[in-house]
């Protein structure tokens, strides 16, 4: 992408709005290879020019991927006149373009992808794909005896809604009962529902992974990171155009 203009290059890289970061410039702030630029129309090639503001090098990255580990309470949107969402974790600089790869609901806690790549996000979340979910749920009630059959034959919800082959999977019984799903689709509250269908409650759930891509323990409720290189080659294999290239 060469040949972008220096004031939207840093733009691109949070540094202010474009009115900021001209100032900035004229202000003989920023180098570029080691050379003071005072012209907010001077053109760099992003991905090779090494630039700083103030002695500080700023990492030019096309995309932005992060991996969240959503806590609860906060709903998946960019704004939300009532509640807390989850780009309000990320700093107020940082939002800009940002949103949330599908939907948790907000009580649902755990792995979600937050970026500005729109065809990444399709990607992962088109039907057509079938990109499998991985979920872990804290259940009340007993299911019924037969539930993982009926989850890998694809359940017929009550209101008619049908849901493809998953997974169900008990981890523990006691001292409650943990169970992990494997969806390969996102219905509105779709493991909580198919749960219910073989007679239990969900009390707590939790995504783990997406893909091939797992949450990482280390992210604290709250927390996110960059996504890296080799986690970004997983996401995008999920993507059938990627697969045959």
């Given at each position: 992408?060469?040949?972008?203009r220096l004031?939207?290059?840093?733009t691109?890289?949070?540094c202010?709005?474009?009115?900021?970061?001209?100032a900035?410039?004229?202000?003989?702030?920023?180098?570029?290879?080691?050379?003071?630029?005072?012209?907010?129309a001077?053109?760099v090639?992003p991905?090779?020019?090494?630039?700083?503001?103030?002695?500080?090098?700023?990492?030019y990255?096309?995309?932005?991927?992060?991996m969240?580990n959503?806590?609860a309470?906060?709903i998946?949107?960019?704004?939300?006149?009532?509640?807390?969402?989850?780009?309000e974790?990320?700093p107020?600089?940082q939002r800009?373009?940002?949103?949330?790869?599908g939907?948790?609901?907000?009580?649902t806690?755990?792995?979600?992808i937050v970026t500005?790549?729109g065809?990444?996000?399709?990607?992962l979340?088109?039907?057509?794909r079938h990109?499998?979910?991985?979920?872990?749920a804290e259940?009340e009630?007993?299911?019924?005896?037969?539930a993982a059959?009926?989850f890998?034959?694809?359940?017929t919800?009550k209101?008619?809604?049908v849901?493809l082959?998953a997974?169900?999977e008990?981890?523990?019984?006691?001292?409650v009962?943990?169970?992990r799903?494997v969806l390969?689709?996102?219905?509105?509250?779709?493991?909580?529902?198919?749960?219910?269908?073989v007679?239990g409650?969900v009390v707590?759930?939790?995504?783990?992974?997406?893909?091939?891509l797992?949450?990482?323990t280390?992210?604290?409720?709250?927390?996110?990171?960059m996504?890296?290189?080799?986690?970004?080659v997983l996401?995008?294999?999920?993507?059938?155009?990627?697969?045959?290239?």
């Open positions: 992408m060469p040949g972008m004031d939207k290059l840093l691109h890289l949070n202010g709005s474009r009115k900021e970061v001209g900035m410039i004229r202000a003989g702030r920023v180098a570029v290879d080691g050379t003071v630029i005072c012209d907010p001077y053109k090639d991905d090779r020019a090494a630039v700083a503001l103030d002695g500080q090098a700023q990492q990255r096309a995309q932005r991927y992060f969240l959503k806590p309470g906060v998946t949107a960019n704004r939300d006149g009532r509640h807390s969402t989850v780009l974790l990320f107020e600089q800009r373009g940002l949103f949330a790869v939907r948790l609901d907000k009580d806690e755990g792995l979600l500005d790549d065809a990444l996000s399709h990607a979340m088109s039907p057509g990109v499998s979910k991985v979920y872990e259940v009630g007993a299911l019924a005896k037969d059959a009926r890998a034959a694809g359940l919800l209101d008619g809604t849901c082959p997974k169900l008990v981890l523990a019984e006691t001292p009962q943990a169970v799903v390969k689709e996102g219905k509105y509250h779709q493991v909580k529902r198919m749960i219910a269908a007679g409650t707590r759930l939790r995504r783990v992974q997406i893909g091939g797992p949450l990482d280390a992210l604290k409720p709250g927390e996110f990171r996504l890296t290189e080799p986690e970004l996401l995008r294999q999920q993507s059938p155009a990627q697969q045959k290239n």
